[in-house]
């Protein structure tokens, strides 16, 4: 939706960590998957949440709200099947999930001052 001077400069990195999020959890079964995509909805839910609380209460921004929170849902459902289809991981998988999450967060950060 971004004017492409605006857009990250960031987007080929993230495509190879997005690449490598996804392929180091599959060489080790569906388990190390479903953990990785649930730690990785649940950090995006709450990016969401943050950039919808933000547009609250501007008129102008409804049709870009309402598109984030259709996103939101999509993104909170697929965690939530994640979750139902891997529960309790174990603490190596919690300790990789744990990762993924800091890495988004640090991703979104350096995203935010470049």
């Known amino acids: 939706m971004l004017p492409w001077p605006q857009r990250s400069r960031l987007l080929v990195p993230w495509r190879v960590a997005g690449f490598l999020t ?3 959890p599959a060489l ?3 388990r190390a998957v479903y953990a990785t995509v649930a730690a990785v909805e649940t950090f995006v839910d709450g990016h969401y949440q943050q950039q ?7 008129a102008e921004a409804a049709p870009l709200r ?3 929170a259709a996103c939101q849902a999509d993104e909170v ?6 979750r139902i289809a ?5 603490r190596l998988l919690r300790a990789w999930c744990a990762l993924v999450g800091s890495g988004s967060a640090a991703a979104v950060a350096l995203a935010r001052r470049l």
């Open 52 to 58: 919808l609380d933000r547009l609250d209460g501007r």
């Open 28 to 30: 080790f079964g569906p």
């Open 86 to 90: 891997a529960p309790a991981p174990g």
């Open 22 to 24: 996804g392929a180091l």
């Open 66 to 68: 309402a598109l984030l």
């Open 77 to 82: 459902h697929h965690g939530d099947e994640a």
